[in-house]
């Protein structure tokens, strides 16, 4: 089975930084589109940043040119790097990943995504 296991999130004040990290395991190639996405109390989920299989990254306008997502196939980790941060970035972050789908042709839709992680807070003051 594919499991993702978040990790990284805390309390940071504005301005600040912050790096999550996603261990996957249970592929058996890295065919697959990995996708953060947060959710604030009363908000819907949100696509924040997307790496493909090639490496290729993809932004929300709202976080680009603060964020950074990077991947190691040979360590199976998908990172999030978050620069300049702010009130409004305080929420739960999510990674998630495709079935078989190395592309992220729709990676800001939650329901492309088959397999999640727990999630981790992150709260900017």
């Known amino acids: 089975d594919v499991q993702l296991v978040e990790s990284g999130g805390g309390s940071v004040q504005a301005g600040g930084s912050l790096r999550l990290s996603c261990a996957v395991s249970g592929y058996t190639d890295s065919n697959y589109c990995m996708s953060w996405f947060r959710q604030a109390p009363g908000k819907e989920r949100e696509g924040v940043a997307a790496i493909d299989s090639d490496g290729i990254a993809s932004y929300a306008d709202s976080v680009k040119g603060r964020y950074t997502v990077s991947r190691d196939n040979a360590n199976n980790t998908v990172n999030l790097m978050m620069n300049s941060l702010n009130p409004e970035d305080s929420a739960v972050y999510y990674c998630?990943?495709?079935?078989?789908?190395?592309?992220?042709?729709?990676?800001?839709?939650?329901?492309?995504?088959?397999?999640w992680g727990q999630g981790t807070q992150v709260t900017v003051s």
């Open positions: 998630a990943a495709t079935g078989d789908d190395g592309s992220c042709r729709d990676w800001q839709n939650p329901r492309e995504f088959s397999y």
